[in-house]
Structure formats: C-alpha cells, structure tokens
C-alpha cells in the first residue's frame, strides 16, 4: 500500500503503471488504474521482513556468479598448450585406427599404406615395360634359334631328328605366343556392379560393391577380380577366373620351350664356350666377327633359357601344387591362417572348393570329355572355364558343415 502520510506525492503513470514513492526498503508498492486508484497485489511486508521473492532472487545472483567465475578457476589450472596438443593428437589417432578388431596387423598396414601406395603405382606403369620385355627376350631367343640352332640341325642332325625339333619347336612356339597372347587381353573377370540376387560373402570396402565368394580386390587394377589369384606385372593383368588357364598354360609352356632350347644347345653352347674361351689366347684364333657372334649368340640363349627355365619351372610347379589342392594364391594364405585358428580349437579345416585332384584339373582347364584333352589342353582353345566365377557348389562328397 503507498502510504498516505508521506511528505511526497506519488508519481501517476500511465494506465497499470508502477507508482514511484519514497518507501521504506522491503515494502512491497502496489499499482494504480488511469483513475489514480491504488490496487494491491495481495503481497505485504512489515519493516524488517523480506519475501520468498527477494530470497530465490539473490539464490539466483549467487548462482550465476558462482558460473560465471568457474570457467576462470578452470583457466587458471588448465595444462599447456602443448600437452593439449598431445592429448588432442592422441584422440585423433585413436579414432583412425581403433575399433574391435585392431591388432598389431592392423597397425602394420597402416603404417606401411604409403610403400603400398608406391609399389602399386610402380607396378601399375611398369606392367607395359614389363609386357615389352618379355615380347623382346622371347624374340631375341627366337631368331637365334631360326638362325643359328636350327641351320646346324638341319646340316648336321638326321633326318627323325630334324622332323621332331622342326614339330616340337612350332608347336611349343605357337602354344606360348597364343596363351601369352590371351593371358594379357583376357578380363579375370568382374562381380556385377548394379543390384542383383546373386550369393555374396562381403561387401568390398574399397569397391563399395557386394563380393561374392573367391573375389578379391586388386589394389594395382583397383577393382574386384573373380577368383583372384594374384596380380602378374609380366602380363599387366590380374590373373583370375577367366584367365587363370591361360596364365598357368603360358608358365607351363614357356617352362617347356626353355628346356627345349636348353637341352638342344647344349653341345652347341659348350662349343662356343670354348671358342670364346680361346679368344684370350695367343695367338689369337683366325675366327670371323661372324663366327664371334654366332658364339655369343648361343652362349646368350643358352644362359636366358637355363635361367628361365628355373625361374619360371619353380613358379610352374607352385601354381601345379596350388591347382591340385583347389586353392589359388590369396586362398593359401587365408585357409592357412583358418587352418591354424581351427587347430587351436579342435577343429579341423576342410577347403570348400576342392573337388578332387583330377577334378580340379578338369574345372582349371574345361576339360567335359577325354577329347578335350587334346583339342581343348594341347591345342590353342578359346573356351570359357567351369563356371561363371560367381556361384561356386560344394562338391557332392564334401556337403557337410565345413569351416570357411
């Protein structure tokens, strides 16, 4: 209520306005109408006693100062700015990497993501070198044999002889240049791209595609590979479900002519090994530059063929071993690794795709009929393998739960 008695009048505000009056602190004014009417509020304070109001208040004020100086006292003992950095960088680092299945494998590749970058790259742009060098050696072996091996059969070897290394040495040559030939212009084979209900395994992380099951991704092609076997910089190409005959027909051809040439100029290369030998000799042999290069000729195709034929008999022999037990080059390492984990705990692994070692051989080379022995493995064939390389059927004898 305003008291009356003051010595000062009271201020009339507008309509529902506050009145402004000298009042003793802790009284509670009222309101006055546009007629200058008092109206109380319902809320009275004597002298000396302060309302819940003034209390929440100053609760409040104190709260809100109490907030306000925290953030400072925080500042005030807050670390370094180069121990948030390493806090802040090991947070980062942490949610690169981590997750349930992190290992020390894990770890590794990450760490090695950059040499895998540059040995990818590299492979990729010296796949066409490498293509170059073999159609190079292959030539350069060739005409030696052409024009230096085979003359001297001819003049000196009879006549059985001359018929067999003159079918044997075209037939292997042609073998070689055709399966070589189909093994660098064959696709390995790609999983559909767009939506399908074919079987899948996973979802390839890099591809963003389902994989169905043996397909792998090739970091070199950058794209998934049917059944992949591995990537071949001398033949610039994935070797997959499409090419895989052609690649191992090549090996396994191209390991047989290099014996060939080997063996057949054996005699030959001795003979010029010692005429070589006498050149240091004094007096020096009266032998022509011609002479002196048909010697280095033969020498040269001697030690090229020997050394292949090594090389490349060893890698033959590994994929012949791989063929037989129904496995390729990315599966032996996987079914070795799940083999040893099913070791440790009782089980024992049993490969889903190995159908038998005849069977495997049949399914690798399309053989359906004993004719095909001759007109589809030694002789150039263009069919397609076993299969699209995208379903794969448990063999009959092998339908029962099995660890994959």
């Known amino acids: 209520m305003v008291n009356r008695d003051s010595d000062r009048d009271p201020v009339l505000c507008s309509s529902m306005s506050v009145i402004t009056t000298a009042a003793e602190p802790g009284q509670v004014l009222g309101f006055c109408d546009f007629e200058g009417r008092q109206v109380e509020d319902g809320v009275k304070a004597s002298r000396g006693m302060r309302s819940w109001k003034w209390y929440f208040s100053r609760v409040m004020h104190l709260s809100l100062c109490w907030f306000w100086l925290c953030p400072r006292?925080?500042?005030?003992?807050?670390?370094?700015?180069?121990?948030?950095?390493?806090?802040?960088?090991?947070?980062i680092l942490n949610s690169l990497y981590f997750n349930a299945l992190t290992n020390w494998d894990t770890v590794l590749d990450s760490m090695f993501e950059p040499v895998y970058w540059l040995v990818d790259n590299l492979t990729r742009w010296f796949g066409v070198v490498f293509v170059c060098l073999v159609i190079a050696l292959t030539s350069s072996v060739v005409l030696i044999v052409y024009l230096c091996v085979l003359p001297l059969i001819v003049d000196t070897y009879p006549t059985h002889w001359i018929l067999w290394h003159l079918c044997y040495g075209h037939w292997n040559l042609v073998m070689v240049v055709f399966h070589y030939y189909k093994a660098t212009?064959?696709?390995?084979?790609?999983?559909p791209q767009e939506k399908s209900d074919i079987p899948t395994v996973t979802i390839c992380k890099k591809c963003i595609v389902p994989k169905p099951a043996r397909t792998h991704h090739c970091s070199i092609c950058n794209k998934c590979v049917l059944k992949m076997d591995h990537h071949c910089p001398?033949?610039?190409?994935?070797?997959?479900?499409?090419?895989?005959?052609?690649?191992?027909?090549?090996?396994?051809?191209?390991?047989m002519g290099c014996i060939y040439c080997s063996i057949s100029a054996k005699d030959m290369f001795l003979d010029a090994y010692n005429a070589i030998e006498s050149y240091y000799q004094t007096p020096h042999p009266p032998f022509t530059s011609q002479e002196r290069l048909f010697h280095k000729s033969l020498l040269y195709l001697w030690v090229l063929t020997s050394?292949?034929?090594?090389?490349?008999?060893?890698?033959?022999?590994?994929?012949?071993?791989?063929?037989?037990?129904?496995?390729?080059?990315v599966e032996r390492h996987i079914n070795r690794k799940e083999k040893k984990r099913l070791k440790e705990r009782g089980k024992v692994f049993r490969n889903p795709y190995h159908y038998g070692k005849i069977n495997n051989w049949k399914m690798l080379f399309g053989v359906e009929k004993s004719s095909h022995w001759l007109t589809r493995v030694l002789l150039p064939s263009s069919h397609l393998p076993c299969g699209d390389g995208i379903v794969w059927d448990s063999p009959p004898h092998r339908k029962e739960a099995m660890a994959i």
């Open 73 to 91: 006292r925080r500042r005030a003992k807050r670390p370094g700015r180069l121990r948030d950095l390493w806090n802040y960088g090991r947070v």
């Open 234 to 255: 001398w033949l610039n190409n994935c070797v997959g479900h499409f090419n895989h005959r052609y690649f191992f027909s090549f090996c396994l051809y191209m390991t």
């Open 185 to 191: 212009t064959t696709s390995p084979g790609q999983p």
């Open 307 to 329: 050394s292949v034929a090594l090389a490349l008999g060893g890698l033959t022999i590994w994929h012949a071993v791989l063929i037989t037990r129904g496995e390729t080059s």
